[in-house]
């Protein structure tokens, strides 16, 4: 018998099957409006077709069960989020791990997903899981950032952190990206600002200079490569032509004859310089003392004789600077100029390509005997005491003070002019007049128009210029020596001792020197140049004074004009040397030379340099200059590597390189 309980019991479970069923049909009818929905509206649809209302928990229990609910319930929109800004991508990952610890059997033993979101775009990454340790996580994050690219920030259930992650190598290389930017951005302005296009002349130049001297003149001949032309040495010695005939100033009476004189050399000197450079080739003239004395005799034709060669000289095709008379301390300058350039005293260029002073800066004195002067010129060891005999010139930066000095008529034909006529006086009425300095034999007989005619000698009064003198040779070298002595005055000196002759003022002579010229000629001619001790020079001298004329005859050609004056000249030269300038003590100072490295010591090389400005005043800036080919590629390669890097530095901040970035460790 069935009891009340039981029947009660059995309506009930009736009831809720019903109930159960009503719901399935009502939730899987996809006509019916509380199908496939939400709670709420389930509830609804059953007390619309039931009548009853159930509860809840009732309704979400049975909706729990259903799967259709479960993976169909609509997402919940409406709750409150933090605010992400992500402004472009890889700004941000969100990260989380999703247990799938279940279904680990079925899934090759994963347990979890890794799934990460770039915030931007949206792109997700998933990787799969045997565990959730920190290797594991890594592995599989370091796996992602491999794919997407490493993210600024990653969002995690514990919150958002700045991804650790070594780009040690990455700065590292902006760094050095930007440093070798900025240092390709300085050398290439350092190359393009103070740019100059330099034009060198890289083939010959050439320069000319006339030495009009008393006795005869010269053309002196040049060149020097363009493109060197401020070292010093470089100006070598081309040519010298000698002029035929007498010097320009023996054309006092005819001076077109003076112009006409110098036709041949500088019919030379067109076949010397190539045709496209004679217009830019520089030519001076320069008359030394032969025309200062015909200048002091006869103004009017010392110009004219001037006039004459220039208008010569301005009718070849040359750069003509002008024909002039130097003055005494200007030749004896120049000649200093000239020794010391060639030997290299003032600067020297190194092979490092640095100018330098050379170590103790030796210089050089030079002294010039030419036919009508005699100059010193010397740096001396103290300061030069009369300013009228003193220079400064500076010279590669470098201030010297120098001491010359020209004696006028003290030239080798002036003071043999001077000792004829001094012996010419002597002798009174004496006829011939012995000359001592002749040789035995020899006998020179002269108008005494010839004789006076020189501002270096004092005329008489009153005499026939017609009548004839007769001088004839002795031999006698001492009274050779002595006689000499007259013509100059060796013991007048306001200032003593510091005196040449004449008591003209002169410092004492310091360091060595170059004797050229008549020195050198009559010393060459002796066989004591370029050094003798003094004993074997006067020994020597006096020996060849000694001799006839005949037996200088029979071994020398008589056609040699010097012939008859070596033997005056040279104990004239020893007068000057150890008389006048005091060379006694200094005598193995001297150097009887006529060339430095293939070069005629002259004045005329230091006139050249110096109206050529070959000879800066100040020490030459040492520049390193390149090939214009050379420097546009220079340019374009250091640009080219400016560009590279801005690129490079570009690429480095906008683009993340995939494979570059790790992760250290990551926990989720
Ligand atoms: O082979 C020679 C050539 C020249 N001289 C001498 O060298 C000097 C040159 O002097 P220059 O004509 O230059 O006279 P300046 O005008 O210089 O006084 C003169 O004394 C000449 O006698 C010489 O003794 N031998
Ligand atoms: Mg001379």
Same mark, same amino acid.
């Not at 719901?23 to 709670?39: A, L």
């Not at 301005?314 to 200007?330: H, K, N, V």
């Not at 000359?435 to 009064?461: E, I």
């Not at 020398?556 to 007068?575: G, V």
């Given at each position: 018998?069935?009891?009340?309980?039981?029947?009660?019991?059995?309506?009930?479970?009736?009831?809720?099957?019903?109930?159960?069923?009503?719901?399935?049909?009502?939730?899987?009818?996809?006509?019916?409006?509380?199908?496939?929905?939400?709670?709420?509206?389930?509830?609804?649809?059953?007390?619309?077709?039931?009548?009853?209302?159930?509860?809840?928990?009732?309704?979400?229990?049975?909706?729990?069960?259903?799967?259709?609910?479960?993976?169909?319930?609509?997402?919940?929109?409406?709750?409150?989020?933090?605010?992400?800004?992500?402004?472009?991508?890889?700004?941000?990952?969100?990260?989380? +791990?999703?247990?799938?610890?279940?279904?680990?059997?079925?899934?090759?033993?994963?347990?979890?997903?890794?799934?990460?979101?770039?915030?931007?775009?949206?792109?997700?990454?998933?990787?799969?899981?045997?565990?959730?340790?920190?290797?594991?996580?890594?592995?599989?994050?370091?796996?992602?950032?491999?794919?997407?690219?490493?993210?600024?920030?990653?969002?995690?259930?514990?919150?958002?952190?700045?991804?650790?992650?070594?780009?040690?190598?990455?700065?590292?290389?902006?760094?050095?990206?930007?440093?070798?930017?900025?240092?390709?951005?300085?050398? +290439?302005?350092?190359?393009?600002?103070?740019?100059?296009?330099?034009?060198?002349?890289?083939?010959?130049?050439?320069?000319?200079?006339?030495?009009?001297?008393?006795?005869?003149?010269?053309?002196?001949?040049?060149?020097?490569?363009?493109?060197?032309?401020?070292?010093?040495?470089?100006?070598?010695?081309?040519?010298?032509?000698?002029?035929?005939?007498?010097?320009?100033?023996?054309?006092?009476?005819?001076?077109?004859?003076?112009?006409? =004189? +110098?036709?041949?050399?500088?019919?030379?000197?067109?076949?010397?310089?190539?045709?496209?450079?004679?217009?830019?080739?520089?030519?001076?003239?320069?008359?030394?003392?032969?025309?200062?004395?015909?200048?002091?005799?006869?103004?009017?034709?010392?110009?004219?004789?001037?006039?004459?060669?220039?208008?010569?000289?301005?009718?070849?095709?040359?750069?003509?600077?002008?024909?002039?008379?130097?003055?005494?301390?200007?030749?004896?300058?120049?000649?200093?100029?000239?020794?010391?350039?060639?030997?290299?005293?003032?600067?020297?260029?190194?092979?490092?390509?640095?100018?330098?002073?050379?170590?103790?800066?030796?210089?050089?004195?030079?002294?010039?005997?030419?036919?009508?002067?005699?100059?010193?010129?010397?740096?001396?060891?103290?300061?030069?005491?009369?300013?009228?005999?003193?220079?400064?010139?500076?010279?590669?930066?470098?201030?010297?003070?120098?001491?010359?000095?020209?004696?006028?008529?003290?030239?080798?034909?002036?003071?043999?002019?001077? +000792?004829?006529?001094?012996?010419?006086?002597?002798?009174?009425?004496?006829?011939?007049?012995?000359?001592?300095?002749?040789?035995?034999?020899? !006998?020179?007989?002269?108008?005494?128009?010839?004789?006076?005619?020189?501002?270096?000698?004092?005329?008489?009064?009153?005499?026939?210029?017609? =009548?004839?003198?007769?001088?004839?040779?002795?031999?006698?070298?001492?009274?050779?020596?002595?006689?000499?002595?007259?013509?100059?005055?060796?013991?007048?000196?306001?200032?003593?001792?510091?005196?040449?002759? !004449?008591?003209?003022?002169?410092?004492?002579? =310091?360091? !060595?020197?170059?004797?050229?010229?008549?020195?050198?000629?009559?010393?060459?001619?002796?066989?004591?140049?370029?050094?003798?001790?003094? =004993?074997?020079?006067?020994?020597?001298?006096?020996?060849?004074?000694?001799?006839?004329?005949?037996?200088?005859?029979?071994?020398?050609?008589?056609?040699?004009?010097?012939?008859?004056?070596?033997?005056?000249?040279?104990?004239?030269?020893?007068?000057?040397?150890?008389?006048?300038?005091?060379?006694?003590?200094?005598?193995?100072?001297?150097?009887?030379?006529?060339?430095?490295?293939?070069?005629?010591?002259?004045?005329?090389?230091?006139?050249?340099?110096?109206?050529? /400005?070959?000879?800066?005043?100040?020490?030459?800036?040492?520049?390193?200059?390149?090939?214009?080919?050379?420097?546009?590629?220079?340019?374009?390669?250091?640009?080219?590597?400016?560009?590279?890097?801005?690129?490079?530095?570009?690429?480095?901040?906008?683009?993340?390189?995939?494979? /570059?970035?790790?992760?250290?460790?990551?926990?989720?």
């Amino acid at each position: 018998m069935i009891s009340l309980f039981e029947i009660i019991m059995l309506l009930y479970i009736r009831e809720a099957r019903r109930m159960a069923e009503k719901m399935k049909n009502i939730y899987y009818t996809p006509s019916n409006p509380g199908s496939y929905g939400g709670k709420e509206r389930f509830q609804r649809a059953i007390a619309e077709e039931t009548v009853s209302r159930l509860g809840d928990v009732q309704v979400n229990e049975w909706l729990a069960e259903q799967d259709a609910y479960t993976l169909h319930k609509p997402v919940r929109k409406q709750f409150s989020r933090n605010i992400v800004f992500s402004t472009h991508p890889r700004s941000q990952f969100q990260a989380d +791990l999703c247990d799938m610890q279940a279904l680990a059997d079925e899934n090759d033993g994963n347990r979890y997903m890794l799934t990460v979101i770039d915030v931007f775009s949206k792109i997700a990454f998933v990787r799969v899981l045997k565990n959730k340790s920190g290797a594991e996580v890594t592995r599989a994050f370091d796996s992602i950032l491999k794919e997407g690219g490493a993210p600024k920030k990653v969002q995690t259930d514990g919150g958002v952190f700045g991804i650790k992650i070594s780009m040690v190598k990455q700065v590292a290389l902006a760094a050095v990206v930007v440093v070798m930017g900025c240092v390709g951005i300085i050398a +290439l302005i350092l190359t393009l600002v103070q740019h100059h296009l330099v034009d060198l002349p890289h083939r010959m130049q050439y320069g000319m200079v006339f030495d009009a001297g008393s006795t005869h003149t010269s053309l002196y001949m040049y060149r020097w490569p363009g493109n060197k032309e401020n070292n010093t040495g470089v100006v070598s010695q081309m040519l010298v032509c000698d002029v035929d005939g007498d010097g320009i100033s023996s054309y006092a009476q005819d001076p077109p004859a003076a112009g006409l =004189s +110098l036709r041949k050399c500088l019919e030379s000197a067109l076949a010397a310089v190539p045709a496209n450079q004679r217009r830019e080739t520089p030519v001076y003239l320069g008359a030394t003392a032969g025309m200062r004395l015909l200048q002091l005799q006869n103004p009017t034709q010392s110009d004219q004789v001037l006039e004459q060669v220039t208008k010569v000289i301005q009718g070849y095709p040359f750069d003509f600077r002008g024909a002039r008379i130097l003055s005494g301390m200007e030749e004896g300058a120049y000649g200093w100029i000239t020794i010391n350039y060639l030997q290299e005293s003032f600067i020297k260029h190194t092979f490092e390509g640095e100018w330098v002073s050379p170590k103790g800066r030796k210089i050089w004195g030079a002294l010039d005997m030419g036919g009508s002067s005699t100059q010193i010129a010397f740096t001396p060891g103290q300061p030069v005491q009369d300013p009228a005999s003193a220079l400064g010139p500076k010279l590669y930066g470098y201030q010297y003070e120098v001491y010359t000095h020209s004696y006028l008529c003290y030239g080798k034909e002036q003071a043999m002019r001077q +000792l004829l006529v001094h012996l010419l006086k002597m002798s009174r009425s004496t006829r011939p007049v012995k000359h001592p300095c002749y040789h035995l034999g020899y !006998n020179l007989t002269l108008t005494l128009g010839d004789l006076y005619d020189s501002p270096c000698v004092a005329r008489p009064v009153t005499f026939d210029p017609a =009548s004839e003198v007769t001088f004839t040779g002795t031999s006698e070298p001492l009274r050779c020596l002595n006689q000499i002595k007259n013509i100059m005055n060796l013991t007048a000196c306001s200032l003593a001792p510091a005196c040449g002759f !004449n008591g003209v003022y002169q410092p004492p002579v =310091s360091g !060595n020197f170059f004797a050229f010229s008549t020195y050198y000629y009559t010393f060459d001619f002796l066989g004591l140049a370029p050094q003798s001790s003094l =004993s074997q020079a006067t020994t020597t001298i006096d020996t060849f004074c000694k001799r006839t004329w005949d037996s200088l005859k029979t071994e020398y050609s008589e056609k040699d004009k010097y012939l008859r004056d070596y033997c005056a000249s040279a104990n004239y030269i020893m007068t000057v040397l150890l008389d006048g300038y005091k060379f006694n003590q200094t005598w193995g100072n001297i150097y009887f030379q006529r060339q430095v490295a293939d070069t005629d010591i002259s004045w005329t090389l230091g006139y050249m340099l110096n109206l050529t /400005n070959l000879i800066p005043s100040e020490r030459p800036l040492v520049m390193t200059g390149v090939q214009h080919g050379q420097w546009a590629a220079e340019v374009f390669f250091i640009a080219f590597a400016v560009f590279l890097s801005l690129m490079v530095l570009a690429i480095l901040l906008l683009w993340n390189p995939r494979g /570059n970035t790790t992760i250290d460790a990551i926990t989720l």
